[in-house]
């Protein structure tokens, strides 16, 4: 399990470093700098620019200065926000994606987890065709386009939410089940479809045979083995959530990583989209990282498998 763990966290870093890479020529295939969309600039002044941000040496030279950078934990300083750094405008805007996406996580989980045993549990019944009637609905609409129907009903018309901010703790509400409804959704129709094959499994009917209760059945054997390809589920939809609140955050005017993701593209800001770019990238290769370990945990028939592979 150990070299299994450490094979895993290698892969991670490669990964990290190809994606760092990647970013770093993209930005540098783009034409121009920029610094060309600023009006009226002189040539001086553009020259003592790009040699601030060391943008007048050649590529090679910037990659290896942005790689050393990075292994100490420097993203450089924001080429628009003035004497920012990458890093402090991160740690400053993360705090509402980060509540927000735990929000949606807690909620996709726990109702997904219920909609999907209920559904399992009456089996070709009304709450059964309920429940898969709102998990197609909730995997075919995006996150933005629910989160603009919540605000139109919600916001504008029942006026029972603010459309805009953070400023209260129901200001979270909208956000949260926008980003919430399409995992759920999918958590619910995996949660069935593994729950059906679960409870018709050899061990389950061994179990009652020996007059084991329902509940103690559902808890101890179904859930356990059921809950496993959701276990599987939870690390890229994670990184997903925080990821793809970056057009909700935009839609609710939230001063998250989103807004400045989508600020640091049209400002041309290579330093803050390079940044933002590997830190996301971390959030999902961290998450799917700790999803494979937690696997470990919950399917003891993974560490033996390992350990017999290697």
Same mark, same amino acid.
Request: aromatic letters at 12%; charged letters at 15%.
């Given at each position: 399990?150990?070299?299994?763990?450490?094979?895993?966290?290698?892969? /991670?870093?490669?990964?990290?470093?190809?994606?760092?890479?990647?970013?770093?020529?993209?930005?540098?295939?783009?034409?121009?700098?920029?610094?060309?969309?600023?009006?009226?600039?002189?040539?001086?002044?553009?020259?003592?620019?790009?040699? /601030?941000?060391?943008?007048?040496?050649?590529?090679?030279?910037?990659?290896?200065?942005?790689?050393?950078?990075?292994?100490?934990?420097?993203?450089?300083?924001?080429?628009?926000?003035?004497?920012?750094?990458?890093?402090?405008?991160?740690?400053?805007?993360?705090?509402?994606?980060?509540?927000?996406?735990?929000?949606?996580?807690?909620?996709?989980?726990?109702?997904?987890?219920?909609?999907?045993?209920?559904?399992?549990?009456?089996?070709?019944?009304?709450?059964?065709?309920?429940?898969?009637?709102?998990?197609?609905?909730?995997?075919?609409?995006?996150?933005?386009?629910?989160?603009?129907?919540?605000?139109?009903?919600?916001?504008?018309?029942?006026?029972?939410?603010?459309?805009?901010?953070?400023?209260?703790?129901?200001?979270?509400?909208?956000?949260?089940?926008?980003?919430?409804?399409?995992?759920?959704?999918?958590?619910?129709?995996?949660?069935?479809?593994?729950?059906?094959?679960?409870?018709?499994?050899?061990?389950?009917?061994?179990?009652?045979?020996?007059?084991?209760?329902?509940?103690?059945?559902?808890?101890?054997?179904?859930?356990?083995?059921?809950?496993?390809?959701?276990?599987?589920?939870?690390?890229?939809?994670?990184?997903?959530?925080?990821?793809?609140?970056?057009?909700?955050?935009?839609?609710?005017?939230?001063?998250?990583?989103?807004?400045?993701?989508?600020?640091?593209?049209?400002?041309?800001?290579?330093?803050?989209?390079?940044?933002?770019?590997?830190?996301?990238?971390?959030?999902?290769?961290?998450?799917?990282?700790?999803?494979?370990?937690?696997?470990?945990?919950?399917?003891?028939?993974?560490?033996?498998?390992?350990?017999?592979?290697?």
């Amino acid at each position: 399990m150990i070299k299994y763990i450490s094979k895993k966290f290698l892969s /991670m870093i490669a990964s990290l470093f190809v994606l760092a890479s990647a970013t770093f020529f993209l930005m540098k295939a783009i034409p121009g700098d920029p610094f060309v969309r600023e009006k009226a600039i002189p040539e001086k002044i553009r020259e003592n620019l790009l040699a /601030m941000y060391g943008l007048d040496q050649p590529v090679w030279k910037q990659y290896l200065m942005y790689l050393n950078n990075l292994i100490h934990g420097d993203f450089g300083i924001s080429m628009k926000y003035q004497y920012r750094t990458v890093a402090k405008i991160i740690s400053e805007s993360f705090v509402y994606s980060l509540q927000i996406g735990i929000f949606a996580i807690i909620l996709a989980v726990a109702m997904g987890l219920i909609l999907g045993i209920i559904a399992a549990l009456n089996h070709r019944k009304f709450l059964d065709s309920f429940t898969i009637f709102i998990a197609v609905l909730g995997v075919s609409i995006p996150n933005f386009l629910v989160a603009s129907i919540l605000q139109y009903f919600l916001g504008s018309k029942l006026r029972l939410l603010d459309v805009q901010g953070l400023n209260d703790p129901t200001d979270f509400i909208m956000p949260v089940l926008a980003l919430s409804f399409l995992p759920a959704a999918f958590i619910a129709r995996l949660t069935r479809s593994t729950m059906l094959e679960v409870l018709s499994a050899d061990y389950i009917k061994t179990a009652r045979s020996k007059g084991l209760s329902g509940r103690i059945i559902l808890i101890r054997h179904a859930l356990r083995n059921a809950i496993l390809p959701v276990v599987t589920y939870i690390g890229p939809m994670t990184a997903n959530i925080i990821t793809g609140s970056v057009v909700v955050e935009k839609i609710f005017s939230i001063g998250g990583l989103g807004k400045h993701f989508v600020d640091s593209i049209s400002n041309r800001d290579y330093t803050l989209i390079m940044g933002l770019t590997l830190f996301y990238g971390i959030i999902l290769m961290v998450a799917r990282f700790l999803t494979d370990v937690a696997y470990g945990f919950v399917d003891p028939r993974i560490k033996l498998s390992r350990g017999k592979g290697g």
